[in-house]
């Protein structure tokens, strides 16, 4: 089942902040955090463990709410490197084998 | 260290024609995955392996077969090509467990079924 992200698109001004949300309608092991440039393949930015552990990316932050099965991705001071299409992705706690389920992406475009 | 290679990077079919995308990595993985990306869309997630030997339906397997064919190799048939399946496919690979390491993505390879 895909995660549902939102907001779907975000236009910020460089040194602006922005937040990316997502949501699972079930318990969720992990979610991953994924930056798309246009016409390239993602890059990892960040995994979020069930327990609290966080691995990630020096300059973007994410929290992971495990009851409210929803994660949030932070854009602090953004720079124009910053533009790409975001993607969450989920694992199930209860999921077979490594499954990992992405939401539509967030677009985010960051003028000078 | 090149990572994760597909082949080819570009495709034009006719429908009804079949063809399979090759997938290799070299970073001794054990997890490798085939997904679909539509135009402005999202990654949608076709068959995974979770482990050499295993495959897994994801979301939209339906038009489509793969084979882990060892450890290193992933690769995905499209039996009879319909347009429906234009889109751009990315093959990944993680390991060795998923939730402790990032999914490593191919370039991508371009479909376009007429």
């Known amino acids: 089942q895909q995660p549902v992200q939102s907001p779907q698109a975000v236009i910020l001004r460089e040194g602006e902040d922005a937040v990316i949300n997502c949501s699972s309608s079930k318990a969720l092991y992990s979610v991953h955090w994924y930056r798309q440039k246009h016409g390239e393949a993602p890059v990892f930015l960040m995994i979020l463990l069930k327990g609290g552990e966080q691995k990630g990316h020096e300059k973007i932050s994410a929290s992971f709410n495990e009851k409210k099965q929803q994660s949030s991705l932070y854009l602090t001071a953004s720079q124009l490197s910053y533009s790409g299409t975001y993607f969450c992705g989920t694992v199930l706690i209860k999921a077979a084998g490594n499954k990992l389920t992405f939401g539509g992406g967030t677009r985010v475009l960051v003028k000078p | 260290n090149a990572g994760v290679t597909q082949t080819p990077k570009f495709q034009v079919l006719k429908t009804g024609q079949s063809m399979t995308l090759q997938c290799a990595q070299d970073m001794n993985h054990n997890s490798m995955y085939w997904y679909r990306q539509d135009p402005g869309m999202g990654l949608r997630l076709i068959y995974y392996s979770a482990s050499e030997g295993t495959t897994d339906k994801g979301e939209v397997p339906n038009g489509y077969n793969v084979s882990r064919l060892n450890k290193r190799e992933f690769s995905l048939r499209l039996e009879s090509a319909a347009p429906s399946q234009t889109s751009v496919y990315f093959c990944?690979?993680?390991?060795?467990?998923?939730?402790?390491?990032?999914?490593?993505f191919g370039e991508g390879s371009r479909l376009t079924v007429l």
């Open positions: 990944a690979s993680s390991g060795p467990e998923l939730n402790t390491g990032e999914l490593f």
